[in-house]
Nanobody
């Protein structure tokens, strides 16, 4: 199993940028597919972006072209670079992991991931 710790959340103005990090520790972190999710107040948690062990990327269409997911296997760290932020991007952002890889249709589903971090808050407001 693995443990995940997010960092980098902050308050930014619309149109701004922010980078999140997630340190993954435990049993062979590089053998896990990973993803970022977010949860706005009063809403369900939703998938934002995912990355497979081979580096295949998937994005929710609401962030495609603005957010970039990446990972540094040497540092066991997952990243989410967020540009052109909008108020609707506000929420608690979580990183998640699952051993092995997932079918494409599973990659942004919360039920696909058994390991989760505690979350980091992102607020986009003027």
């Amino acid at each position: 199993q693995v443990q995940l710790v997010e960092s980098g959340g902050d308050s930014v103005q619309p149109g701004g940028s922010l980078g999140l990090s997630c340190i993954v520790s435990g049993d062979r972190p590089n053998g896990y597919a990973k993803a970022w999710f977010r949860q706005a107040p009063g809403k369900e948690r939703e998938g934002v972006a995912s990355i497979s062990t081979a580096g295949s990327l998937d994005y929710d269409r609401s962030v495609s072209g603005r957010f970039t997911i990446s990972q540094d296997n040497a540092k066991n760290t997952l990243y989410l670079q967020m540009n052109n932020l909008k108020p609707e991007d506000t929420g608690l952002y979580y990183c998640a992991a699952v051993s092995g890889n997932l079918w494409t249709w599973e990659r942004l589903r919360t039920s696909s991931y058994p390991y989760w971090g505690q979350g980091t808050q992102v607020t986009v407001s003027s």
